[in-house]
């Protein structure tokens, strides 16, 4: 269909999805990346028959335009969304290493600010950067400041969350509302004006994540609804674990201004990113003590349960309107909010 | 003295020092940062008084320019360069991640030629990769690929190789002829011609690393001198250990091509990146052993002894030239090949 590269297989959907799924996947092989769970859960046990604790280790580059924005810049994103990934595979956080891509002319002052920023992130999330590197491209190859953070933590023993493991009668859990991120950063670029200042929800989920596990270890798994937003996280998860996902439009919960700005640019808001967000799948038995839990974590306070795992539908995600309608929610296709992240 | 960020940052040399130096290091704080080893190793025991192996975490990006030249290619690279950062560190290198930013319109033919590059990498360095991250920037504001890769591997109990412990009368052992990546990926870069194809060096040295922790137990440190070369690698450890060394030019080894090349670029061998190579600092009674067991590997044939470590000028490289005479090795200034890896 295509021979080149397209804004699109950045955009966390669709062509994100075939891209990993057709190239990468299969050109690299292995298990443990082919289950294509936030990060990687490894045994480094030399088989002796002690079963210590496994190692979380995840990855990801950071490009967003501009590299400030409202409620955060592109440091304090590249410590939390590592953070993230290894917090809703159940680990907790400990080592994050930063690999700095910078462009020629880049003022000082600007990375002083970012490393500012990452120190304080890190210290928010209680993890210790340990390890980086630091590259220059020329003028007009790159753009300011590329970040790639991986991160490493440990996972107790026994505890496996994996996108495979859903169920049908399960419930879904959302941390708060949704789209913040993506729209606070396409507001700045866009140069809209809303009445209150918008900001990115960033911010480390480590914490409210281990209260949800102390809740529930019975927990099937956690994601942090990023690029693609909340479709893709549940697209994945229908996928993954071969089931049918039901969401209730009326129960998600969404900021008006977020509302108002989709409108605006003509986005849905289940497209939309989000830094500071998960999305937890229970046992139905769980839900709403887990979700007592959830509101009473700073980070979780507008936590809403917002739909079900059914078996019917294997691999589709429908949504229940308002109105009474059902829509299959597909994977986002095409470019919508490039550079986000 | 200068208040933006130039190509020079990137060269490994004075001023990637100065900016590693003044602003990450102090920015981001730690000890464990502090140290600027090749990777980190942490302690993954609760303080339970269980000491279970150390890991060891390293991280790379990789701008390369071209993505393809002789003996290798971007994929090759970012592989070798982060298991031998593991490796120099005396660690067993286990698990990779990889994270491109890809410019919108790279061919996907040229994807998945540097993926299956990776593929053949990770196999013959005994590495799986198990996590990645895949993000995409508009034309104009990356270049083709940029891969960061990191690396986690496990340190055996009782291991400690550090720049900061080399000693007065310890040696310093070399794996191969200098020069032979930079000069490889300058030629095809300005077009130079030689009889033969000057190939990069870029290999795998865990296996080597192995041979020569085994032979050695008592090693005090190993490098890999890539970007700012030998140079680079030895003032390093000069100024960490707070030593002298003394290095003997005619000991050097350097291919012809690699000579006459420098002499045409007006390039300094001793400044020149090597993606296959590693320096090893040993007690003089264990020098002769060491060397030997380098040479029988293949990735050592042409390994030697290139100087002493001195108590003498702490913090100082001295070169005892082909005529007698003595001269400082300073770190490399300016922008000398940049985007060499
Ligand atoms: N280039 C790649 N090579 C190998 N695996 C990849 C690559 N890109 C992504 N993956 C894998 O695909 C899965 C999904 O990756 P993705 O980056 O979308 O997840 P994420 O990091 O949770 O989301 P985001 O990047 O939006 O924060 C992960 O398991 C990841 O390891
Ligand atoms: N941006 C950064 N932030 C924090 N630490 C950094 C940064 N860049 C480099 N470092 C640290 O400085 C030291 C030297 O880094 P450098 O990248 O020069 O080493 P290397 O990876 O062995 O060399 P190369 O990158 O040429 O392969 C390492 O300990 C590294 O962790
Ligand atoms: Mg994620
Ligand atoms: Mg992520
Ligand atoms: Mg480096
Ligand atoms: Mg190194
Ligand atoms: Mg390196
Ligand atoms: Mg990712």
Do not use: W
Request: hydrophobic share 40%; net charge negative; with cysteine.
């Amino acid at each position: 269909r295509y021979e080149h590269i397209l804004l699109g297989h950045g955009s966390g959907g669709q062509l994100t999805a075939e891209l990993i799924g057709k190239l990468f996947v299969p050109g690299f092989g292995g298990d443990v990346l082919g289950a294509l769970e936030d990060a990687a859960t490894l045994s480094l046990s030399s088989g002796n028959g002690v079963h210590g604790p496994r190692l979380a280790f995840t990855t990801d580059s950071f490009v967003v335009r501009p590299l400030f924005f409202p409620g955060g810049d592109i440091g304090r994103l590249a410590v939390h969304g590592t953070v993230n990934d290894l917090a809703v595979a159940g680990a907790r956080p400990l080592f994050l290493s930063s690999a700095f891509i910078l462009e020629e002319g880049l003022p000082l002052d600007d990375l002083r600010r970012i490393v500012a920023s990452m120190r304080a992130a890190c210290a928010e999330a209680g993890v210790t950067l340990v390890t980086g590197d630091t590259k220059v491209v020329d003028r007009g190859k790159g753009d300011g400041v590329f970040i790639t953070t991986s991160g490493v933590g440990l996972v107790p023993e026994g505890r496996s969350l994996s996108i495979h493991s859903a169920r049908p009668g399960d419930r879904i859990l959302v941390s708060g509302t949704l789209g913040d991120h993506g729209i606070a950063v396409m507001s700045v670029r866009e140069g809209l004006e809303f009445e209150t200042v918008l900001e990115s929800d960033t911010a480390p989920l480590n914490g409210l994540a281990r209260t949800i596990l102390e809740t529930c270890s019975e927990t099937r798994c956690m994601r942090d609804p990023t690029r693609g937003g909340l479709s893709s996280a549940v697209n994945e998860l229908a996928s993954a674990s071969g089931v049918g996902v039901e969401l209730e439009e009326t129960a998600i919960p969404l900021r008006a201004e977020v509302r108002a700005a989709c409108e605006m640019l003509g986005l849905d808001p289940l497209y939309v990113a989000n830094e500071g967000k998960l999305i937890a799948v229970v046992p139905p038995e769980h839900a709403d003590r887990v979700l007592g839990a959830m509101r009473s974590h700073p980070l979780g306070r507008d936590s809403a349960l917002i739909g079900d795992v059914v078996a019917e539908h294997p691999g589709m995600v429908i949504l229940r309107s308002r109105v009474g309608g059902r829509r299959v929610v597909t994977l986002l296709a095409g470019e919508q909010l490039p550079r986000i992240c």
